[in-house]
Each structure stands twice: as C-alpha cells, then as structure tokens.
C-alpha cells in the first residue's frame, strides 16, 4: 500500500489530537490557579473534559485526577489502533506495553504492601480497560509468586519468573528493572516491523533518548546510590545514538562522579551539567525538555510513516506530565510561580 | 407470534423446606431468578399481615442474603472429580425421575465410594508429581548433556561453586561485553529458543558479587538440589529407567481404580446428574434470602407455568407462602425478562432477532414479520426451483443431525420460499426453460422486476412503520409515535410524498398546486422538528425542551434532512432485491455460455455443476447477507428497540443425546 494512503487518515487524525493540546495561554491560566479544584474546573472546559466524565470535580482527590489524565492519555492512543493493520499494527502493541507496565508495577508493589489499595482506588490505566490482561484474574493474586503464575501467558512471565522464588519478598527494584529493560528490548527487536527509513529515524530520536537515560542512570546510581559499575552497565540501555557501547562501559568503569561529568562536558550532552547547583534537582526535567523540543522538531520533518504516531505518544505523555507537575505543584502550597515553571517541561 | 407473559413469583418457606422446593423448581425449568434481596428492599415483597403470617413478618427483620451450603459445593466437586478419575462420559449420565432420594443418601454413595479408591488416588497424585519432576529433572540435565564431568564432583568442590542458569540472547551479549569484569568461568553449554544456558565456575568467596551481576542481567538459575552418581549422561538413562517405573505403578493403580468402577459407575452416573442438579439449585439459592427460620425467594415466572409449579408444590402449600404479581405491581426497576413464542414456521428467526437484541418486555414481537419478510426477500433474490430444494436438505440435516436448529430451521424454510419462487419464475437449477414461469421472468422483465422490488420496499416500510406506531401506544411516547420520523407524522409524510410521486409519474402532471403540496409537506415537517416542546405541551410537562433550546433546534433542523434521505435510500434500497433475482439468472447464464464453449460432454457437466456450486455458495451467502442487511438496517431501525433481557431460567436438562435416546425409547 502506497504510504500517502497509509498514513493519511492517522496523521490527520493526529493533528486533530494536537490541536487538542494545552495552549501557553491554558498553561499560564492553570499556573494561575491556587486549588486542585480549579484546575479541574479549568481543564474541564479544554478537551480534557473527557477526562473527567461523570467525575465530582469537587471531590477528586490529586491521585484520583492523575489517574483520569493517565487514562485520558491512554484513551486517545489507543484510538489509533484502529488505522494500523499488519506489522505497523504489531508494532503499536508493542508501545501499549508501557502502560500495561505501570500498572502491574503498580500491582505487585500493592500486592506486598498494600493488597487492598487496587480494589479500592482502581488506579490501573491500562489492564482491565485494554489489552488481553485479565484484570480479575491478577488482581485477585495473593502473593508476588501467584500473580507471576497468572501471567504465565502473557509476555512478561520470562522477565518475572526469576523473581518468583515463594517464602521470598520480592525485590522492587530489580522486578521493575527487569520490567522495563523488558519494554526496552520489545521496542528494540520490534523495530524490524517498521520500514528502513522509519528505523532509522526512530534509531536517530530514540537513541538520543537513550543516550541520555543511560546518563542519568550512571551518573545517578553511581552518586546516590553507590552501584557497582557491573549493575550499571547491565541496566544502561543499548541503543545509543553518540554514546557507543565501549563509551557506556567506560562511564560505568569510571572512579568518580566528577570523572563522568568530565567525560561528558565537551559533548553534546555536556548541557546537563552545565549549572553546578542545579544539575542534580533538574537533570530529569532537562532531558525532558531536550527531547519534548528536538521530538517537536522531528514531527515537522517526518511526514507519511510511522514515527508522526510514535512522537504523539511521547508528546501526548509531556503534557500529562506538566498538568501533573501544575497540580503537585500546587497541592504542596508552592507559591513561586517561577520556580513552578521551571519545573515544567515545557518552557513557557 | 408474542412475548410470553410473565409475573413474579414470591416464595417463602421453611429453610427445611428449601431443597424440596429448589429442587422441583430446577426440573420445572421455568423460573428465571431475581435478586430476593433487591426485591425486598423494592418493597415489592409484601406480606400481608395475618396472624398465619406473623412468624414470617417478625422473621424478616433478620434477613441476610442465602449462604451457599459448603458441604453441597464439596459434594459437587467430589462427584466432578470421580467422573473424571473414572473417566465416565458426562453425556452418558442415568438420571431417573422417580429416583429420588434424599440428599444425605447418595452424599453418602459419593463419599463412600470415595474414601475407597483415595489411598489410590493419593498415591497416583504422588507418583505424578515425581513423573513431573523426572520430566524436568531430564530437560535439564539434557542441557547439560555435552558436560561430561560427574554430577557428584561438581557438587563436592570444596574451593568453587557453580551455577546453572539461563540468560536472554541481549543479556547474554550484555554479559559478554563485560566478561573481563566478570569473577566466574562462563560456558555456555545449550542455545535454546529463549536464550542460553550456561555453567558458570566461581571461588566461593566471590559467590555473592557474581549473583548481584547476575540478578542484574534477568539470569534465570537452574536448581538441581538432588544429588546423583555419575556424568549428566549416566543421570539421563537413570531417570529414565525410573520413569518407567513409575509408569509401571501408574499402570496398576490404574487397574485397581477400574475394578472399583465397574462396581459403582452405575451410581455414580446417577449421582453425578443429581449433582448438576444441585448445582442448579445452588444457582436459585445464591440468588435467596434467609433469616433464621425461612427462605425467601423470587423469580420471573411464565404465566402458563404457574398451574405446573402450584402441582409440583402442593405437598408443602400449607406451610410455604406462594403469590404472583403482574409486571405493573412489581416496579420500574424490575423488567421482566423477555420469552418468545412464536409458531412452528417462524420460530427459527427468532435467532435472527436475538442476534440484534433482545425485544423488550413491552415491545412487540417483531418475529413474525422478520420470518415473512426474510422469506420474501430471500426467495425474491435467490429463486431458483433445485437449489432451493438443496439449501431446504442442507437446513434439515443441520437441524436434525448437527443440532443447530435456528440455522438449520432458518436454511430450511428460506430453502422453501426460493423454491416457491423458483416456481414463479421458472428456474431449476438456473436452466430457464425447463419449466413454465408461473409468474414472471426476470430477465425478460428487468423493470418491471426493480420496481416490483421498490414496491415491496414501500410495503415492508409501511408495515415496519405501523409496528413503530403499535410500540410508541405500548410506551405511552406521543414524542415519538404521533410526531417523530418513525411515527404517524412520519408515515403521513411518506405515503403524501408517495402518492404525489405516483400520480405524477401516472398523470404527468401534479395533482394538487406545488404551493399547496410543499404547504402539506413543509407542515408535516414542521410536526417533527417541534415533536418535544409539543409532545411536553400536551402531556403538560415543563420545561419543554430537555436540552438546550438552541442545541435542540440545530439536532432537529439537521435531523429533517436526515429524514427525508433516509426515507428516499431505504426504499430506493429495497432495488438490490430485483437486482440480485436479475444477478441470480445472470451468473448461471455467464457459466452457460461457458459451458457451450466446451466440446467435451463431461466437461459440460463439470462446468455446471461448479456453476451451481459457485451460485449456491457465494450468491447464497450474499443474499443471506443482504436481506439480513435490509431486515436490521432499513426496517428495525424504523421500529425496534432489543433492549430486552432474555428469559433464562435455571433448568437441568438430560444431555441431548441421553435425551433423544430417551425420548425414542418411550
């Protein structure tokens, strides 16, 4: 099928999406806000309203809206199903698993710590609304062990069954990097589905976007939370796009903290490090932004494949991410509206 | 050809009473189940208050949903599981009406007979679990077949430990590309599909850093804490040896469990149908309330049944309170579920109607006009003397030999009308010229054959209107009935334009002055965009419109367009019913020609026997298709709503086989 044909339909559906986002104004009046309510009340007359369907604003807790907009995020994707059909498709599924991700992280920390929290406050955005999951079915399980056995079907046992040792609690951190080095891998092997050109493009935004991951993950495990340069490497992402395997190994190996940033500086990704007091509180925020602008970039040069759909997924996800910053924001009483900016990935 | 009439009937009873009652109930198979509780806080459930009553009115206030009965759900399970260990067909169940004992009895059958083969039971369970471990004891030493060092000095090494284990293919070359830091020998020993196993060599002392890499790298460990002699290749034939073994036993406890079958599989045959019964009746129970000394219970009943359940129930009618209620009594938020009922010709489309939607209780059933109107427009389309007769054979052996009725049923009779019309229009076989046409040729009457189909149109949308009105009365919606689209207004507005056009395509002139015609249409039209504020006037209901008023007039200013469209495309539709009869000939007359072409007597035959087939095959599922498409799209969208519950009661049923054997016994 000729490309234009394939991929009129989705991508003028996804201007329309982008046509629904926050505008600076929208973002300046939600800044301007000073309760959770308001908020609301304002995202409600912006297409957010769909969010909040059959919602009492008033009485919508922070979480509670945090989960609307995750979900409202995951409606509006998953509506672009429907214009893919063969390897395209496949590879779509591919990114859902994200979602179905978060939310059994979210199960198996609740199963250890909290069993009744899902049942009470349904804070799934994706299984038992998406996806061949069976809701009942995992949520009922009692223990870490049962609910890896619940999955058995599905793609993520192999990742989980390590973990799975009964009498054992689990380890978090391990189970959710097992997770989503997972996704990562899926999303890399799956990119054999797409084209040649759309590859290499994904290969070119993407792999910045590891690039940078890789970096923080290094950088931050090494100072805070002193791991041992074989668990960094094993965890760094390989799909780089400027920093190659050999570089990563060399970060990972590297004695100090001080010796990454030296290694780094005179690059293209030196901008991390580039105001002293800020450099840890702000990294995320700042690899955030970096891609939220070069992935807008990208949007105006790629026209008819698949990557149009891909960056929405990211674009789409940056502006939750901002609503709930606002929202954080403001339901720990910071009044700094400069500062709040500053928190946005967005630059107003 | 109508809906069943239902009403609610209220038990309640003594709780010793219970299974009794259930019981008779489950073999009635005639009560559909409603929620007692609900049904109590409705305050639907009324008990009058005499002094007969006065237990049961003082008894209510400690009412609590019905506690299923653990030990029934254990006797069910039990009996489930000695048919499966007696490996007995659940389609070969004895069940005898008559034979109806008590509960504790036959309990005492299945557990008897269970505590008989459970010391054998048990040890199979063992010797499965073993089977199963060999089975992967031997998958993993085959992994390590090539590794010819014995098992035991492995395991004896007093400075280094070892570990087994699995790792992705991306983890593996994560592995890799780290080796030098790495404080193990690493060997791979087996690629398999999902990665690589491998034997990794460590000094003890380091075994904890090489597990942390390890764990980072998604490693899955292969643990083998048993101990055995000899190299994984010696351990291999060992287990198998004993697997065999094993079999051997299996083999035993087998035969053992047979004797014990051939003595009692009679009973449990019988105890096993006893047990879906009760099943059955755990399914009426969930839906009960108790207190401590009575049962309450609730459920929709067929009118027609009620005689049959008062009979069935009489031994307890002096200590049990039975009453019925009408719809009307019992609340809006209680429908009736929906049983149709129509003749022995129509009663297979119900399955049409159900695959849209289930009538609702209040709704007419639209059954019989589907039934007819399929019919007509399957035969219209696909008229044809021979292949009617097959598709009428095709109908009745999948309804009596596959047991798919409503296909079979439906296939039958559709099979039937394309043979009246095959009649009609002299074709058997698709050949046009060995019979008369008794009514007409398609082919030699094109247009008459388009507008006898738009004719028919106008006749099916004029019915389907009427049923559109019938239902608005049942529903009390002057809205819709008297004034929306579907309504008198909207008929009126269909026939007028209708017989306009007909006089003016007869008499080439219009019979009334345009102004006027446009004053009555126009006016008609009018109706319809103000059906709320009138329809709310007249029932003097306020406000008048339930919606913006601005909103309500752009949807409706829009929706007379939408009107006027849908009324000219439904009935220009109905042309694809002349069309497919034109196409039906058309397609036979294409594999004629070729037919002629050929010399060969026998390729002849060939070609049209493969005609017919093609006909028959793609053709007959087409219009299958799009008189089904006419039935939901062009006239249910006039005047069915299917909001409907189906009527489904708790009954137990002999399996079908048991039942047709039964049956021809008698």
């Known amino acids: ?348 | 050809m109508a809906i069943e009439r239902m009403e609610m009937l209220n038990i309640i009873g003594h709780l010793s009473d219970m299974n009794f009652i259930t019981r008779e109930l489950v073999l009635l198979g005639c009560m559909h189940p409603v929620n007692a509780l609900r049904e109590i806080n409705s305050n639907n459930f009324t008990i009058s208050t005499t002094i007969k009553n006065m237990d049961a009115l003082v008894d209510v206030n400690f009412i609590r949903p019905y506690r299923a009965n653990q030990q029934e759900a254990e006797l069910i399970q039990k009996t489930e599981s000695l048919m499966d260990l007696f490996e007995l067909d659940r389609n070969e169940v004895e069940w005898n009406p008559r034979w109806q004992r008590e509960f504790n009895e036959w309990a005492e059958d299945i557990w008897d007979i269970y505590g008989k083969i459970e010391a054998c039971q048990k040890e199979m369970e063992e010797l499965k679990a073993r089977q199963k471990r060999i089975d992967e004891l031997i998958q993993y030493f085959e992994y390590i077949r090539s590794l010819d060092i014995p098992w035991h000095e492995l395991k004896g090494m007093e400075n280094f430990d070892f570990r087994i284990g699995l790792f992705s293919k991306e983890n593996m070359a994560k592995l890799r590309t780290n080796y030098d830091n790495t404080p193990a020998i690493v060997y791979p020993v087996c690629t398999l599909p999902e990665g690589v196993v491998e034997i990794s060599i460590v000094p003890k002392s380091l075994v904890p850093e090489l597990d942390r890499i390890y764990q980072s790298l998604g490693y899955q460990p292969i643990n083998i804490p048993e101990n055995f002699q000899g190299t994984p290749r010696e351990i291999i034939e060992e287990l198998n040896k004993e697997r065999t073994e094993i079999n051997d036993k299996l083999q035993s406890c087998h035969t053992s469990i047979v004797k014990v079958k051939s003595e009692y599989a009679d009973i449990i045959k019988q105890a096993y149908a006893e047990s879906k019964i009760l099943e059955k009746m755990q399914v009426l129970k969930n839906e009960a309330a108790c207190s401590n000394e009575f049962f309450y219970m609730a459920g929709w009943v067929p009118v027609k049944a009620k005689k049959m359940i008062e009979e069935k129930l009489k031994s307890v009618e002096d200590r049990t309170m039975i009453s019925y209620k009408q719809p009307e009594q019992v609340g809006q938020q209680l429908t009736p579920p929906t049983l149709l009922r129509n003749s022995l010709l129509l009663r297979p489309f119900e399955a049409l109607v159900n695959m849209y939607g289930t009538p609702s209780y209040n709704e007419l059933d639209p059954t019989s006009f589907v039934g007819l109107s399929y019919m007509l427009l399957f035969g219209a389309m696909f008229g044809d003397l021979g292949q009617g007769f097959l598709f009428l054979l095709a109908g009745v052996f999948l309804a009596k030999f596959k047991y798919r009725t409503n296909l079979g049923g439906v296939l039958a009779r559709l099979g039937i009308s394309s043979m009246i019309f095959g009649a009609l229009y002299g074709s058997v076989f698709g050949f046009e010229h060995i019979i008369p046409a008794l009514l007409v040729r398609p082919m030699e009457n094109i247009n008459t054959m388009l507008i006898a189909a738009v004719g028919l149109g106008v006749m099916l949308l004029s019915v389907s209107f009427v049923y559109s009105l019938i239902n608005a009365v049942k529903r009390r919606d002057i809205e819709e009935g008297l004034l929306g689209k579907n309504g008198a207004s909207g008929l009126l507005f269909f026939w007028t334009l209708l017989i306009i056009v007909l006089l003016y395509l007869q008499k080439g002139s219009l019979p009334l002055p345009l102004p006027a015609i446009i004053a009555i249409l126009g006016a008609l039209l009018l109706l319809m965009v103000v059906k709320q504020p009138v329809a709310s006037l007249m029932m003097k209901k306020r406000p008048l419109h339930h919606q913006q008023v601005r909103d309500y007039y752009v949807e409706e200013g829009f929706g007379i367009l939408e009107t006027i469209l849908s009324m000219l495309s439904n009935t220009i539709s109905f042309v694809r019913v002349g069309a497919f009869a034109l196409n039906h000939v058309g397609l036979f007359v294409a594999f004629e020609t070729m037919s002629e072409m050929i010399q060969n007597a026998g390729g002849k035959i060939l070609i049209l026997i493969l005609g017919n087939a093609v006909i028959i095959g793609l053709e007959g599922l087409i219009v299958f298709i799009q008189g089904l498409r006419l039935e939901y799209y062009e006239l249910f969208g006039k005047y069915y709503n299917g909001s409907g519950i189906p009527y489904r009661p708790v009954e137990w049923k002999l399996p079908r086989k048991k039942r047709r054997r039964a049956s021809a016994e008698a």
């Not at chain 1, 069954?161 to 959710?176: C, D, I, R, T, Y």
């Not at chain 1, 990562?184 to 070119?204: A, V």
């Not at chain 1, 050999?246 to 940033?261: H, P, T």
């Not at chain 1, 939220?292 to 990211?314: A, E, N, P, W």
């Open chain 1, 1 to 348: 099928m000729n490309n234009v044909v394939r991929y009129a339909a989705v991508n003028t559906k996804i201007r329309a999406l982008e046509g629904q986002f926050l505008s600076r104004e929208d973002c300046l009046a939600l800044l301007e806000k000073d309760s959770v309510q308001g908020i609301v009340q304002y995202l409600r007359q912006t297409h957010y309203r769909d969010a909040f369907e059959g919602m009492d604003a008033a009485n919508l807790h922070r979480g509670q809206i945090e989960v609307c907009l995750k979900r409202y995020a995951v409606d509006k994707l998953v509506r672009l199903k429907h214009y893919f059909r063969g390897t395209h498709a496949r590879f779509l599924k591919v990114l859902f698993m994200r979602y179905e991700i978060e939310d059994l992280k979210l199960l198996i920390r609740a199963i250890e710590t909290d069993p009744g929290y899902i049942y009470t406050s349904n804070p799934f955005v994706y299984i038992g609304r998406y996806g061949d999951l069976d809701y009942d079915k995992l949520i009922a399980s009692k223990s870490f062990v049962e609910l890896v056995d619940n999955l058995r079907a599905s793609p993520y046992y192999s990742s989980l069954v390590p973990f799975a040792e009964s009498g054992k609690q689990s380890n978090h951190f391990l189970v959710e990097m097992a997770l989503d080095l997972f996704y990562i891998n899926m999303f890399i092997s799956h990119l054999e589905l797409l084209t040649e050109g759309e590859r290499q493009k994904i290969q070119d935004i993407y792999g910045m976007k590891a690039d940078l991951l890789n970096i923080q993950w290094i950088y931050r495990g090494k100072k805070f939370y002193n791991l041992s340069p074989e668990v960094l490497l094993n965890y760094s992402i390989n799909f780089g796009k400027r920093l190659n395997k050999a570089f990563i190994k060399d970060l990972c190996y590297s004695a100090s903290v001080n010796e990454i940033e030296d290694k780094l500086k005179d690059g293209v990704y030196g901008f991390l490090f580039d105001h002293e007091k800020t450099k840890d509180i702000f990294m995320e925020r700042r690899i955030f932004r970096y891609l939220y602008y070069r992935l807008r970039d990208y949007k105006g040069k790629s026209s008819m494949d698949m990557v149009q759909t891909i960056v929405f997924f990211d674009l789409l996800e940056f502006e939750i991410r901002d609503i709930i910053t606002i929202i954080e924001n403001i339901r720990y009483h910071n009044e700094d509206l400069e500062q709040i900016k500053r928190c946005l990935i967005r630059g107003l």
